[in-house]
């Protein structure tokens, strides 16, 4: 009876008792995956996004601190920052973006680097104050530098030939832009004139806080890469932390450095301008989250590579951008050294595109055999023989 009663369990039944054949039960209906949005997985539009949304950017901030009299840095600072918490917890909010909620121990691991971004950001809000656009886009590839030689110090990275070749490139197209400004500014005032010394300070100051700026981007980036490691934040976590515990000490160092009598505010915000100006500030800070959207869009929807090299692309529209909307001089040598920055970004961003690939190609195709056990080598001889 048991076997009767295992076999009864394993028999398939192919057809019914008269000898008909067997029909297998016809297909049900298949189901087919909606088609995918066109828009959002087709490369050209993360990358015109990444690019429109870094010249808005440079373009709103030029246009908020080109006022002849603007001098409330740290209170731009603070609305942009501001308005950036706004908006990511509205889209938070709606199911858009997903972040972190706030804790206490992780924002006293992240402090530091928040108090390193506010210098990156203001050092940078004024240098563009006393620069041109093209000037200080091709003077923020010298970040690019301390950046490399920062992480051979401290995260045993390397600098291969095309890369110093870039480093090169960069340094000259910097010393081309600062010669150019100079000179146009000695030939339209006069080089004994008090304006024309007046600009050339101008200038100067702008190069130290340039310098300045470079020094506290690249540690910004080194020291937020090794806090990562500790807290393991994703974008929009660093962005949340960074903006919300900047957000206090802007406003003090805001209430407590700057002039806030009525006449300077005035001057800051003139009644001619000052709805623009209160826009373009509130704009500015809402360019900062399309920059984090678009650029991990970008990355999503194409690759590391071509976000790097779209990068490297995108120094060109945004020195353009100035000579278009704020007259900045076009002269020969201005236009060179932009170029030669444009070239400069190519070549490090093939460099870097090579590097990785040869990193891969390391860790994928072994150049020495593996070492191997005594039964291993003496089966695989059995084979042989």
Same mark, same amino acid.
């Given at each position: 009876?048991?076997?009767?009663?295992?076999?009864?369990?394993?028999?398939?039944? $192919?057809?019914?008792?008269?000898?008909?054949?067997?029909?297998? %039960?016809?297909?049900? %209906?298949?189901?087919?995956?909606?088609?995918?949005?066109?828009?959002?997985?087709? %490369?050209?539009?993360?990358?015109?996004? /990444?690019?429109?949304?870094?010249?808005?950017?440079?373009?709103?901030?030029?246009?908020?601190?080109?006022?002849?009299?603007?001098?409330?840095?740290?209170?731009?600072? !603070?609305? *942009?920052?501001?308005?950036?918490?706004?908006?990511?917890?509205?889209?938070?909010?709606?199911?858009?973006?997903?972040?972190?909620?706030?804790?206490?121990?992780? =924002?006293?691991?992240?402090?530091?680097?928040?108090?390193?971004?506010?210098? $990156?950001?203001?050092?940078?809000?004024?240098?563009?104050?006393?620069?041109?656009?093209?000037?200080?886009?091709?003077?923020?590839?010298?970040?690019?530098?301390?950046?490399?030689?920062?992480?051979?110090?401290?995260?045993?990275?390397?600098?291969?030939? $095309?890369?110093?070749?870039?480093?090169?490139?960069?340094?000259?197209?910097?010393?081309?832009?600062?010669?150019?400004?100079? *000179?146009?500014?000695?030939?339209?005032?006069?080089?004994?004139?008090?304006?024309?010394?007046?600009? @050339?300070?101008?200038?100067?100051?702008? /190069?130290?806080?340039?310098?300045?700026?470079?020094?506290?981007?690249?540690?910004?980036?080194?020291? $937020?890469?090794?806090?990562?490691?500790?807290?393991?934040?994703?974008?929009?976590?660093?962005?949340?932390?960074?903006?919300?515990?900047?957000?206090?000490?802007?406003?003090? !160092?805001?209430?407590?450095?700057?002039?806030?009598?009525?006449?300077?505010?005035?001057?800051?915000?003139?009644?001619?301008?000052?709805?623009?100006?209160?826009?373009?500030?509130?704009?500015?800070?809402?360019?900062?989250?399309?920059?984090? /959207?678009?650029?991990?869009?970008? @990355?999503? @929807?194409?690759?590391?590579?071509?976000?790097?090299?779209?990068?490297?692309?995108?120094?060109?529209?945004?020195?353009?951008?100035?000579?278009?909307?704020?007259? =900045?001089?076009?002269?020969? %040598?201005?236009?060179?050294?932009?170029?030669?920055?444009?070239?400069?970004?190519?070549? /490090? =961003?093939?460099?870097?595109?090579? *590097?990785?690939?040869?990193?891969?190609?390391?860790?994928?195709?072994?150049?020495?055999?593996?070492?191997?056990?005594?039964?291993?080598?003496?089966?695989?001889?059995?084979?042989?023989?």
């Amino acid at each position: 009876m048991a076997d009767d009663k295992k076999r009864d369990d394993f028999t398939i039944e $192919m057809g019914d008792r008269n000898g008909n054949s067997f029909k297998p %039960p016809s297909p049900g %209906p298949r189901h087919t995956p909606a088609p995918t949005s066109s828009v959002a997985h087709n %490369p050209i539009f993360p990358i015109l996004s /990444y690019c429109g949304s870094s010249i808005l950017m440079t373009v709103t901030n030029k246009y908020v601190l080109s006022g002849l009299d603007f001098n409330l840095n740290f209170f731009l600072l !603070c609305v *942009q920052s501001v308005v950036c918490i706004a908006a990511i917890q509205t889209c938070k909010s709606l199911g858009i973006i997903t972040y972190r909620d706030f804790n206490s121990d992780e =924002a006293k691991k992240w402090f530091p680097i928040s108090l390193l971004l506010i210098g $990156m950001v203001y050092t940078g809000t004024k240098a563009l104050q006393f620069l041109s656009i093209p000037v200080y886009t091709i003077f923020k590839n010298l970040t690019i530098i301390l950046i490399a030689y920062g992480e051979v110090l401290w995260f045993g990275g390397s600098v291969t030939p $095309m890369a110093l070749f870039s480093f090169g490139l960069m340094v000259l197209s910097s010393v081309i832009a600062a010669w150019a400004d100079i *000179q146009h500014a000695l030939q339209n005032y006069g080089h004994l004139s008090s304006e024309a010394s007046a600009r @050339v300070s101008t200038l100067n100051a702008g /190069y130290m806080w340039m310098l300045f700026n470079c020094f506290c981007h690249s540690t910004y980036v080194l020291g $937020m890469r090794k806090r990562i490691k500790l807290t393991n934040f994703k974008d929009f976590d660093t962005m949340f932390y960074n903006n919300l515990l900047c957000i206090p000490i802007l406003l003090v !160092c805001s209430l407590f450095l700057e002039n806030w009598s009525a006449e300077n505010v005035t001057k800051n915000f003139p009644a001619a301008q000052r709805n623009n100006l209160i826009i373009a500030m509130i704009f500015s800070g809402l360019t900062t989250v399309f920059i984090s /959207y678009t650029s991990a869009w970008c @990355v999503r @929807v194409t690759s590391s590579t071509t976000y790097s090299m779209v990068g490297a692309l995108n120094k060109l529209p945004i020195a353009l951008s100035g000579l278009i909307f704020f007259e =900045a001089p076009v002269t020969i %040598p201005s236009v060179s050294a932009i170029f030669i920055g444009f070239v400069s970004g190519l070549v /490090y =961003a093939f460099a870097k595109v090579r *590097q990785n690939a040869a990193k891969v190609a390391t860790s994928f195709l072994p150049t020495s055999q593996p070492p191997m056990s005594a039964s291993s080598q003496s089966t695989r001889d059995s084979f042989k023989s």
